[in-house]
């Protein structure tokens, strides 16, 4: 019996034009989507658990009604069965600090009991980066950042982690780490499948439970922040660029002639 | 409390990181504004060599650490926790690397301290305000942190690296560290495999993003790098989605290039990709959205459909 937790995130994409209202984007400019990286970390415990027929995959998301459908998306990829956190404590408050979330998903961690959490390095959205990690800290479990390889055998037969984790420059660290563990999953682990349509008819039938903080036996105190966004705005544009302006054909022709200019293409 | 910034100094495979110089800048500029002293830590390889090293104007003092020869995230974390113990900094200071974000978000659980990641600027009064990105560079915010004391991360290359030769006092510090209780080790490291081509020594690359949709659309700026006699790059989905082989990524866990001429086709301009192109000595960029921040670093640009304006680009140079 094996159990991994998968946390995901719907984020929020920018339409090219946007326009900020307060310390947000205005809602008309966005669209909503499952984080990029949790997309890998759903597919990474997806294949683990179709190598047994005892080994549950569960995610977990902090999220008002709205994400139910992007949860759907995970639960017809092959999850299990999904939580949802949400509370009126929560809506106010904008979810930026790591700490409140980390008190949240901690008391899942502990409820939940996995052997495994897997999360996206970061959400593509506030591109913080930190949950997981800080997460580990706070449960106790071993952890690796930023991992773009895992031996499923070794997780199965020798209770580690053996990971490659993605350091800069084309270079990998091999680390091993004891179960249990977080793992923060990065892109291009593995090849994200697509739903298919029985799956996603099976994901119709699947629990998702939602819980409030009192269900975690938390109170509006553990999500208190004290990390605020006070201010968004537009960068002012650092640009000097030449545009080309004109039609597809105009504008390839002057950018071919500065092309030729610096000698590219040339015989 | 003390007002003083403790910053956490990186190393990998025996050199220290620019990050590390980029470090005393910001944590120089930080401890200015709080009134208090610059302590660097030094945590494993050649300690006595990398703390010379970074010694550099405005230092104050330098802990090492010997401990390791390479990176240890629960090394690190015991590290900066008895240091933090012992100096009662109001700020940490860490760099948002990959090693950064291993160690970084445990540091601030354990001491129980806010935390910001990926600063690209801040000030100090009081308290912390940062300045950071969000939505892939699209907008920028301030985040404000009630607490007298933080952890923070700071992205790389945005503050100078610090120069010149300081006079801070070197010491090393002991901590008790239980080798038999560390939860991970540290194996090695491998390189991302050679393959046909390096990118990095052509002059002219033609470099595709997310923009092309689809990979039977690789062809049509395979067709264009011909025609301009260029190679072909990507930006990292593509190579992720198995359309390019890993050898044709440009970025921070690809590859560095600094071509003549670099044309970004479809490609946003993401940090991490921009890291791996900025050096390149005449930026093209063709994408639809004007906003997109590789505009920022363009020398040239068209905003516009990259399936109109690549075709029209292939007959100027095959017509
Ligand atoms: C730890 C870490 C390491 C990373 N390392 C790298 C790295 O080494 N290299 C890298 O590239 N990324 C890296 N990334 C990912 C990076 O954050 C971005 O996600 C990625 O660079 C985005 O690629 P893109 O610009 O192709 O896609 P997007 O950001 O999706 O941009 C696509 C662009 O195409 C434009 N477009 C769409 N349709 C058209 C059209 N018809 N014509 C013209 N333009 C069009 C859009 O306006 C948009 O600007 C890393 C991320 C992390 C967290």
Same mark, same amino acid.
């Given at each position: 019996?094996?159990?991994?937790?998968?946390?995901?995130?719907?984020?929020?994409?920018?339409?090219?034009?946007?326009?900020?209202?307060? %310390?947000?984007?205005?809602?008309?400019y966005?669209?909503?989507?499952?984080n990029?990286?949790?997309?890998?970390?759903?597919?990474?415990?997806?294949q683990?658990?179709?190598?047994g027929?005892?080994?549950?995959?569960?995610?977990?998301?902090i999220?008002?009604e709205?994400?139910?459908?992007?949860?759907?998306?995970?639960?017809?990829?092959?999850?299990?069965?999904?939580?949802?956190?949400?509370?009126?404590?929560?809506?106010?408050?904008?979810?930026?600090?790591?700490?409140?979330?980390?008190?949240?998903?901690?008391?899942?961690?502990?409820?939940?009991?996995?052997?495994?959490?897997? %999360?996206?390095?970061?959400?593509?959205?506030? =591109?913080?980066?930190?949950?997981?990690?800080?997460?580990?800290?706070?449960?106790?479990?071993?952890?690796?950042?930023?991992?773009?390889?895992?031996?499923?055998?070794?997780?199965?037969?020798?209770?580690?982690?053996?990971?490659?984790?993605?350091?800069?420059?084309?270079?990998?660290?091999v %680390?091993?780490?004891?179960l249990?563990?977080?793992?923060?999953?990065?892109?291009?682990?593995?090849?994200?499948?697509?739903?298919?349509?029985?799956?996603?008819?099976?994901?119709?039938?699947?629990?998702?439970?939602?819980?409030?903080?009192?269900?975690?036996?938390?109170?509006?105190?553990?999500?208190?922040?004290?990390?605020?966004l006070?201010?968004?705005?537009?960068?002012?544009?650092? =640009?000097?660029?030449?545009?080309f302006?004109?039609?597809?054909?105009?504008?390839?022709?002057?950018?071919?002639?500065?092309?030729?200019?610096?000698?590219?293409?040339?015989? | 409390m =003390?007002?003083?910034?403790?910053?956490?100094?990186?190393?990998?495979?025996?050199?220290?990181?620019?990050?590390?110089?980029?470090l005393?800048?910001?944590?120089?500029?930080?401890?200015?504004?709080?009134?208090?002293?610059?302590?660097?830590?030094?945590?494993?390889?050649?300690?006595?060599?990398f703390?010379?090293?970074?010694?550099?104007?405005?230092?104050?003092?330098?802990?090492?650490?010997?401990?390791?020869?390479?990176?240890?995230?629960?090394?690190?974390?015991?590290?900066v926790?008895?240091?933090?113990?012992?100096?009662?900094?109001?700020?940490?200071?860490?760099?948002?690397?990959?090693?950064?974000?291993?160690?970084?978000?445990?540091?601030?659980?354990?001491?129980?301290?806010?935390?910001?990641?990926?600063?690209?600027?801040?000030?100090?009064?009081?308290?912390l305000?940062?300045?950071?990105?969000?939505?892939?560079?699209?907008?920028?915010?301030?985040?404000?942190?009630?607490?007298?004391?933080?952890?923070?991360?700071?992205?790389?290359?945005?503050?100078?690296?610090?120069?010149?030769?300081?006079d801070?006092?070197?010491?090393?510090?002991?901590?008790?560290?239980?080798?038999?209780?560390?939860?991970?080790?540290v194996?090695?490291?491998?390189?991302?495999?050679g393959?046909?081509?390096?990118?990095?020594?052509?002059?002219?690359?033609?470099?595709?993003?997310?923009?092309?949709?689809?990979?039977?659309n690789?062809?049509l700026?395979?067709?264009?790098?011909?025609?301009?006699?260029?190679?072909l790059?990507?930006?990292?989905?593509?190579?992720?989605?198995?359309?390019?082989?890993?050898?044709?990524?440009v970025?921070q866990?690809?590859?560095?290039?600094?071509?003549?001429?670099?044309?970004?086709?479809?490609?946003?301009?993401?940090?991490?990709?921009?890291?791996?192109?900025?050096?390149?000595? %005449?930026?093209?960029?063709?994408?639809?959205? =004007?906003?997109?921040?590789?505009?920022?670093?363009?020398?040239?640009?068209?905003?516009?459909?990259?399936?109109?304006?690549v075709?029209?680009?292939?007959?100027?140079?095959?017509?």
């Amino acid at each position: 019996m094996m159990k991994v937790l998968v946390t995901v995130k719907e984020v929020a994409e920018v339409e090219e034009d946007f326009e900020i209202e307060g %310390t947000g984007i205005a809602d008309r400019y966005l669209e909503y989507d499952l984080n990029e990286w949790d997309d890998y970390a759903v597919e990474e415990a997806v294949q683990i658990a179709e190598t047994g027929d005892d080994i549950e995959v569960v995610s977990v998301t902090i999220g008002p009604e709205r994400c139910e459908e992007t949860i759907r998306m995970a639960l017809a990829k092959g999850v299990d069965r999904a939580i949802r956190v949400w509370d009126d404590a929560l809506a106010e408050t904008d979810l930026l600090d790591v700490a409140a979330k980390t008190r949240i998903l901690r008391a899942v961690v502990e409820a939940e009991e996995p052997d495994l959490v897997f %999360t996206g390095v970061q959400a593509g959205d506030d =591109s913080f980066g930190a949950t997981g990690v800080s997460l580990a800290d706070a449960v106790g479990f071993e952890w690796a950042a930023v991992v773009n390889d895992l031996d499923v055998d070794a997780v199965l037969d020798e209770s580690v982690a053996r990971v490659h984790r993605e350091l800069e420059g084309g270079v990998d660290e091999v %680390t091993e780490v004891d179960l249990p563990a977080v793992l923060t999953i990065q892109t291009g682990i593995n090849e994200p499948r697509y739903a298919s349509l029985r799956g996603i008819r099976q994901a119709q039938r699947k629990e998702i439970a939602e819980k409030h903080l009192a269900d975690l036996g938390l109170d509006a105190e553990a999500v208190e922040t004290d990390v605020r966004l006070t201010e968004m705005y537009e960068p002012e544009s650092e =640009s000097d660029a030449t545009i080309f302006e004109g039609s597809a054909e105009e504008t390839a022709a002057q950018l071919a002639q500065v092309l030729r200019e610096k000698g590219v293409g040339a015989e | 409390m =003390s007002s003083d910034v403790l910053a956490v100094t990186e190393h990998r495979r025996g050199g220290l990181r620019d990050v590390s110089y980029e470090l005393v800048t910001a944590g120089r500029e930080l401890a200015d504004e709080a009134g208090g002293d610059l302590h660097l830590a030094v945590i494993g390889g050649d300690v006595e060599a990398f703390a010379e090293d970074v010694n550099r104007k405005g230092v104050d003092y330098v802990h090492t650490v010997d401990r390791g020869e390479e990176f240890n995230h629960d090394v690190y974390v015991r590290a900066v926790e008895a240091l933090h113990a012992e100096l009662d900094p109001a700020v940490v200071l860490m760099p948002n690397s990959v090693n950064g974000l291993d160690y970084a978000p445990a540091v601030a659980n354990a001491l129980d301290l806010p935390l910001v990641t990926d600063a690209v600027a801040f000030e100090w009064d009081g308290a912390l305000a940062a300045t950071r990105e969000m939505y892939n560079s699209k907008v920028e915010t301030t985040v404000e942190v009630d607490a007298e004391a933080v952890a923070v991360t700071i992205r790389g290359g945005e503050w100078p690296g610090a120069e010149g030769t300081g006079d801070a006092e070197i010491a090393p510090f002991d901590v008790e560290i239980d080798e038999d209780a560390l939860g991970s080790r540290v194996i090695g490291f491998e390189e991302a495999g050679g393959g046909d081509v390096d990118i990095s020594e052509a002059d002219v690359l033609v470099s595709v993003g997310r923009g092309i949709e689809e990979e039977e659309n690789i062809e049509l700026v395979q067709e264009l790098a011909d025609a301009l006699d260029a190679t072909l790059s990507a930006s990292r989905p593509i190579v992720d989605n198995g359309w390019l082989p890993k050898n044709r990524q440009v970025g921070q866990s690809g590859k560095v290039v600094t071509p003549k001429v670099y044309l970004a086709i479809g490609i946003s301009g993401a940090v991490q990709h921009v890291a791996g192109m900025k050096g390149s000595e %005449t930026i093209v960029a063709i994408n639809t959205d =004007s906003n997109a921040p590789i505009f920022d670093i363009a020398d040239y640009g068209i905003v516009g459909d990259l399936f109109e304006v690549v075709p029209a680009l292939i007959d100027e140079f095959e017509g």
